[in-house]
């Protein structure tokens, strides 16, 4: 429960202060805006989260499989782009969401239980964190070359 509720937290108190405050309302809000803003995206990603467990342990044998599924999805992510940020000195925004984006597009193809195996990599699920990790640093990588950083 504590691991659950300090995602949920981190992640409305995200919300508020990097979209809410820096994106929408671009100026500071008050105490009863702040609050309705966290109690609701508190909500969506409890309920994002649940969707996203449901779907994706969908055909799991047993709990270690949805847990290998599940840290290959955000540890992948995480740590791709970490690489990224630290090794290629030139990687700017750009570069670092496209390649974030298309790492979660292979993560997730990797891991979604409903893609018939017919349609999927010969890959043990493990190798989702590898693979996430390896699409996130290179995509970024490349695109660095091609996407100037700006000043």
Same mark, same amino acid.
């Given at each position: 429960?504590?691991?659950?509720?300090?995602?949920?937290?981190?992640?409305? &108190?995200?919300?508020?202060?990097?979209?809410? %405050?820096?994106?929408?309302?671009?100026?500071?809000?008050?105490?009863?805006?702040?609050?309705?803003?966290?109690? *609701? #995206? &508190? %909500?969506?990603?409890?309920?994002?989260?649940?969707?996203? *467990?449901?779907?994706?342990?969908?055909?799991?044998?047993?709990?270690?499989?949805?847990?290998?599924?599940?840290?290959?999805?955000?540890?992948?992510?995480?740590?791709?782009?970490?690489?990224?940020?630290?090794?290629?000195?030139?990687?700017?925004?750009? *570069?670092? %969401?496209?390649?974030?984006?298309?790492?979660?597009?292979?993560?997730?193809?990797? #891991?979604?239980?409903?893609?018939?195996?017919?349609?999927?990599?010969?890959?043990? #699920?493990?190798?989702?964190?590898? %693979?996430? &990790?390896?699409?996130?640093?290179?995509?970024?990588?490349?695109?660095?070359?091609?996407?100037?950083?700006?000043?």
């Amino acid at each position: 429960m504590s691991t659950i509720d300090t995602s949920l937290n981190s992640s409305a &108190t995200v919300t508020l202060k990097d979209i809410w %405050v820096r994106l929408i309302r671009k100026r500071e809000v008050s105490e009863e805006e702040s609050m309705r803003v966290l109690r *609701a #995206s &508190t %909500v969506i990603w409890g309920l994002a989260g649940t969707a996203f *467990a449901l779907i994706i342990t969908g055909n799991a044998k047993n709990i270690l499989d949805s847990w290998w599924t599940l840290s290959g999805v955000f540890a992948g992510g995480m740590l791709g782009l970490f690489l990224l940020g630290i090794i290629v000195r030139k990687a700017g925004n750009l *570069a670092g %969401v496209t390649a974030t984006i298309v790492g979660i597009i292979a993560i997730l193809y990797l #891991s979604a239980g409903w893609i018939p195996d017919e349609l999927k990599l010969p890959l043990h #699920s493990n190798l989702t964190i590898v %693979v996430g &990790t390896l699409t996130i640093f290179l995509v970024g990588a490349l695109l660095s070359k091609f996407i100037p950083l700006r000043k």
